[in-house]
């Protein structure tokens, strides 16, 4: 089962499940008040009818013409009775029933926090071999459209590890695979849970290197399957080591992009750059030795140290509690309404954000040290194994692009776009620049962002695309 980010607080779990019990027995009595009353109503109106209609069979006994109306007058009676009955009714049920969607919407709300997790996967249709590669730290996942290709290329996205599933990313893959690029294949990060300690009996180190390692046999896979390099797309955190893995591996890229990526945290102040040099390199060694912990026996990570992903979740709540907090408020209302559409979007969203995925200690190490600290890419410093990368060996016939939101505060908007002042020898029609007025989030979910933005991104990886030489 899932964890929650709830589960870090039993006490409030308690205190929640505790608040249900009164709103269930208010819907239960309501209930019975809406049947009752239903119930009495329509045995009033039966006995009323009753008593028309036996009225009506006396007037039919006396003498003809002692009551010339009576019959219509019996009628019009009897509908106007009806009609005030039904009336009565159909107001007072109303009003039962607002009673009942408002304490529905109020229960909804409180089990969207106490429920347990639900399992989280891609809303495509996916089969087994559709999975292209298993890896000890993720997983490939062929999304491409059935007809024929016009690009030999596929387009692949790299989701992030940022303690939830994978699938924020899903509807930039899939705008993207709509707008043309049409072989498309999702990278999914495995939680720690799932990622084994060793692999044919060699330990397995899921760090930096260990990613990079992983990414390049996804670009060597891809480049395999169709003979054409990939396009390179990286959602926020796979940013610095997707570029990593293209800079030691230069032909394994047709195109590079980030959207939301901190590829050089200096480039502006960010409150993730700005803690974490205050805190210092050793503040996430002691907060793994406070908070982490080895991976049960009965899951395949058995024995892998792990951080903690309710606690990174949490971290995100209070980094945009004022946010999450008008997002609640407006759910909440939603549900009370019963305005089910609008509802349904926001508790997607946070089902999904309140199910998470642990950390590797050892990436969630290199992430905050080596990124938030060092900004050691951009700093020349960038170790990867033996060897050091730095931005200024950027491959320059590579296309590039880099998408920030003006209001990100995961990524600012500079660290976003940044690196690409380190790259020079570019030319303008292979460089692409963009900034949108977003949040973090708005840059992978919004409809607008993808309609304005991301189509011209795909715009730019169709210019620098591989295309079939057959026609259609």
Not at 401 to 415: E, K, R, S, V
Request: with cysteine; net charge neutral; hydrophobic share 40%.
């Amino acid at each position: 089962m899932p964890d929650s980010v709830m589960t870090l607080f039993p006490h409030v779990l308690n205190s929640l499940e505790a608040l249900k019990i009164p709103l269930q027995g208010a819907l239960a009595t309501n209930q019975v008040q809406m049947q009752s009353v239903a119930a009495g109503l329509d045995l009033f109106k039966n006995t009323q009818d009753l008593a028309f209609n036996l009225t009506r069979r006396y007037f039919n006994l006396l003498t003809p013409g002692r009551l010339p109306n009576g019959d219509i007058l019996l009628k019009l009676f009897q509908e106007s009775a009806g009609s005030f009955l039904d009336l009565f009714k159909e107001n007072f049920l109303n009003q039962l029933n607002r009673f009942h969607q408002k304490r529905t919407g109020e229960l909804e709300f409180l089990n969207m926090f106490t429920d347990p997790g639900d399992h989280q996967d891609w809303t495509v249709a996916y089969d087994p071999s559709k999975i292209l590669l298993d890896l000890p730290g993720l997983r490939v996942i062929d999304i491409s459209t059935d007809a024929s290709h016009r690009i030999q290329n596929y387009g692949v996205v790299f989701a992030p590890r940022a303690g939830h599933h994978s699938n924020i990313a899903e509807r930039v893959a899939l705008y993207l695979r709509d707008q043309g690029l049409t072989r498309m294949a999702v990278v999914e990060q495995k939680c720690a849970e799932d990622i084994p300690l060793h692999i044919n009996g060699k330990r397995h180190r899921e760090d930096f290197e260990g990613q990079v390692d992983q990414y390049r046999q996804v670009l060597e896979h891809l480049k395999q399957r169709t003979g054409h390099t990939p396009h390179l797309i990286a959602i926020c955190q796979p940013g610095p080591l997707l570029l990593s893995t293209l800079i030691l591996h230069p032909d394994l890229g047709k195109t590079f992009g980030s959207a939301g990526a901190p590829m050089h945290t200096e480039a502006e102040s960010g409150f993730l750059t700005n803690f974490a040099r205050t805190a210092g390199e050793g503040f996430i060694d002691q907060l793994i030795a406070l908070f982490g912990r080895t991976i049960d026996h009965d899951r395949p990570g058995a024995g892998r140290l792990a951080y903690d992903g309710r606690l990174h979740v949490l971290g995100f709540y209070l980094l945009a509690w004022d946010q999450h907090l008008r997002n609640f408020k407006n759910l909440l209302a939603d549900l009370k309404k019963g305005d089910n559409k609008a509802a349904e979007r926001q508790k997607a969203f946070y089902q999904w954000y309140n199910t998470v995925h642990h950390f590797p200690a050892g990436f969630i190490q290199d992430t905050y040290k080596k990124v938030f600290i060092q900004n050691a890419l951009i700093n020349d410093g960038l170790e990867i194994g033996s060897q050091t990368v730095k931005i200024t060996d950027y491959p320059v016939q590579t296309p590039i692009w880099a998408l920030g939101g003006t209001a990100d505060n995961i990524a600012p908007p500079l660290q976003a776009v940044g690196h690409l002042d380190f790259i020079s020898g570019i030319l303008p029609q292979n460089r692409l620049r963009l900034l949108c007025d977003a949040g973090h989030m708005g840059l992978f979910r919004s409809q607008r962002i993808l309609e304005k933005y991301y189509r011209r991104i795909a715009d730019f990886l169709l210019t620098h695309s591989d295309y079939a030489d057959r026609k259609f």
